[in-house]
């Protein structure tokens, strides 16, 4: 069984950035996808960003200012977050899709705000 733990979620201004990091618990192998999705109160969780193979697809609202990568060797996988404003607060959350099986981090809240 694979755990996925976040980390990097806070408090940041508007204009600010920040670095979400999700951590496998093990080496994993097979990895069919992975992405970052948010869920604000209220709201449908949505998918921001994600990786296919070595295709990247971004939501149109964070296209530009949002940018997923992976760390194979450290089982890590990022959302750097650029120029953020209040409509990205929201919980992020993390999920990989590994020989057909969702995993799913527990959420890092991220609050963007004066």
């Known amino acids: 069984q694979v755990q996925l733990v976040e980390s990097g979620g806070g408090l940041v201004q508007p204009g600010g950035s920040l670095r979400l990091s999700c951590e496998a618990s093990?080496?994993?192998?097979?990895?069919?996808?992975m992405g970052w999705y948010r869920q604000a109160p209220g709201k449908e969780r949505e998918l921001v960003a994600g990786?296919?193979?070595?295709?990247?697809k971004y939501s149109e609202s964070v296209e530009g200012r949002f940018t997923i990568s992976g760390d194979s060797a450290r089982n890590t996988m990022y959302l750097q977050m650029n120029n953020l404003t209040p409509e990205d607060t929201a919980v992020y959350y993390c999920?990989?899709?590994?020989?057909?099986?969702?995993?799913w981090g527990q959420g890092t809240q991220v609050t963007v705000s004066s």
């Open positions: 999920k990989m899709v590994i020989r057909r099986t969702d995993y």
């Open positions: 990786i296919w193979g070595k295709a990247r």
């Open positions: 093990k080496t994993i192998y097979g990895i069919d996808a």
